[in-house]
């Protein structure tokens, strides 16, 4: 069924576009986003867009799985004693929440690069995993489990409404990644002060 919803919306673009004086408009980009929603479904159980723009993350407890098999986290994460500036606005503001936590794995993720020798200028947190994956600093499960939570949080970093049991998600797992993280940056760290 979502191939065919896609065939279709994307016929219906292409017949639109052939037309003489036609150009972009709405009625293109809404064919386009019907092309596309199918898709959606993969990662979201719910997705409210008019006004609203509420986001349900899907697999939350698959991605957990592949969290722990992967190693990114552990079931016995050591908790780091002080609390994240996002993990203090919590209450007041989910967005702002999630967003810090994008902000503060990809600092980490910059270290990690910075260690490794990489150039860390102008990389968006797809290329650092992507440097870090080649140099082994972090593994391919462990780079997906990544991306996925990214995913995650660059929706409440767009305003996106996200529900409570996906902001709870993760704040626990981003936590206990950022936790994993950070303990591998001082490994690391220690071992190229022993060199």
């Known amino acids: 069924m979502k191939p065919i919803i896609s065939i279709v919306a994307s016929a219906g673009i292409i017949i639109h576009m052939i037309w003489p004086n036609l150009k972009i408009d709405s009625i293109t980009i809404s064919l386009l986003i019907v092309a596309i929603l199918p898709w959606l479904s993969m990662l979201f159980e719910d997705l409210e867009i008019p006004g609203g723009w509420k986001v349900k993350f899907k697999d939350k407890e698959g991605i957990a799985k592949r969290a722990l098999e992967s190693g990114i986290v552990s079931s016995s994460d050591v ?11 919590a209450d007041k503001d989910k967005n702002l929440a999630l967003a810090g936590l994008r902000i503060e794995i990809e600092k980490i993720l910059i270290e990690l690069a910075k260690i490794a020798g990489l150039e860390t200028k102008m990389q968006g947190v797809g290329k ?3 440097m870090l994956s080649e140099k082994n600093m972090i593994g391919l499960e462990e780079k997906s489990v990544l991306n996925d939570m990214i995913v995650l ?40 002060s022993e060199v």
């Open 79 to 89: 908790v780091n004693s002080e609390m994240y500036t996002f993990q203090i606005i």
């Open 153 to 192: 949080l660059n929706d409440a970093v767009h305003g996106k409404r996200i529900d409570h049991d996906s902001f709870i998600w993760a704040m626990d797992y981003g936590v206990r990644i950022l936790n994993t993280l950070e303990q591998r940056f001082k490994e690391e760290k220690q071992k190229k």
């Open 128 to 130: 650092l995993l992507q």
